[in-house]
């Protein structure tokens, strides 16, 4: 049973900088955070990007070049670097891991159906 634990939200003007970890504890070597998802109130969750352990990314088109995901093996985290924050990002940002068994491409690693261990969501909050 895989524990995801946010941290890093915060409120920042535009223009600004966001740094997201996500804290995995309690799975095993094949389950792991690899998903960044946002939702804004009144809204649906959105993908944000993911990261495969083969290194390969993907990123939703309004966070292409303003946002990185990396990981560090060491410490069990997933990161979500964000930078030049506009206030359309403002969103509840949760990590996710994939179910096991689950077929895990570029394609699949943006759809919701993948995941089946959350986070508790961090609140980022940007202003004009």
């Known amino acids: ?72 093996n060491d410490k069990n985290t997933l990161y979500l670097h964000m930078n030049s924050l506009k206030p359309e990002d403002t969103a509840v940002y949760y990590c996710a891991a994939p179910g096991w068994g689950k077929k895990i491409t570029l394609a699949t690693m943006t759809s919701i159906r993948l995941y089946d261990s959350w986070g508790q969501g961090t609140q980022v909050s940007v202003s004009s």
């Open 1 to 72: 049973q895989v524990q995801l634990v946010e941290s890093g939200g915060g409120l920042v003007q535009a223009g600004g900088s966001l740094r997201l970890s996500c804290a995995a504890s309690g799975g095993t070597s094949s389950t792991y955070p690899m998903g960044w998802f946002r939702q804004a109130p009144g809204k649906e969750r959105e993908f944000v990007a993911a990261l495969r352990s083969t290194g390969d990314s993907v990123y939703a088109d309004p966070v292409k070049g303003r946002f990185t995901v990396s990981r560090d």
